[in-house]
């Protein structure tokens, strides 16, 4: 019994490291993409819509 409960919590805490690793990296991503944006005074990227053929400004993930 107690080895089932040592494995369901390292399981658990296994999980809980890549979800903050995942968040961290993203959070980086962000920070570095609004580094460059306010090096180069732009306000955004410009991604195209398949359907509409229209650019607009890319969604934060």
């Given amino acids: 019994m107690q080895i089932l409960f ?3 919590f390292a399981g658990a805490a ?3 490291y ?3 690793v995942a968040d ?3 959070l980086t991503r ?3 993409e609004a580094r460059r944006q306010q090096e180069t005074g732009t306000q955004g ?3 195209k819509d ?3 053929g229209e650019y607009r ?3 934060l993930e």
């Fill in 14 to 16: 296994w999980l809980g």
């Fill in 57 to 59: 400004l890319k969604k």
């Fill in 45 to 47: 990227t410009l991604v």
């Fill in 6 to 8: 040592l494995m369901l």
């Fill in 18 to 20: 890549r979800k903050f």
């Fill in 30 to 32: 962000r920070r570095q």
């Fill in 50 to 52: 398949p359907e509409t």
């Fill in 24 to 26: 961290a990296e993203k």
